[in-house]
């Protein structure tokens, strides 16, 4: 159950990264949220679709980790706008409690 919502947030997260180039403006920071959005809707597809097990989990808990610490430790620095990387760290924490609630059930 756990997996699941965090595999439908990640596919969510993954389409707004992907197109946030569009609605915010083109240019670097927001197009360097292309590959992450990418990265995102694969891992939220591949647990969605119950593939690759444990380390397909791992995985989907290791990098929205990473992702938010990024987008928390550059929160002034980033050309994005600010309520959307808010948005996004918070998207990565309920993410991770997810995963983490998944993995303790299993």
Do not use: C, Q
């Amino acid at each position: 159950m756990y997996a699941g919502l965090a595999g439908g947030l990640l596919v969510f997260t993954g389409f707004w990264h992907v197109t946030e180039w569009l609605m915010d403006g083109r240019r670097r920071d927001t197009l360097l949220l292309v590959p992450a959005g990418l990265i995102y809707l694969v891992l939220g597809y591949l647990l969605v679709t119950i593939t690759g097990g444990t380390a397909t989990v791992i995985a989907a808990l290791i990098l929205p980790a990473l992702g938010g610490t990024f987008a928390y430790l550059n929160l002034g620095k980033m050309d994005v706008r600010r309520w959307v990387l808010w948005a996004f760290i918070l998207l990565d924490v309920i993410i991770v409690l997810a995963l983490l609630m998944a993995l303790m059930s299993s």
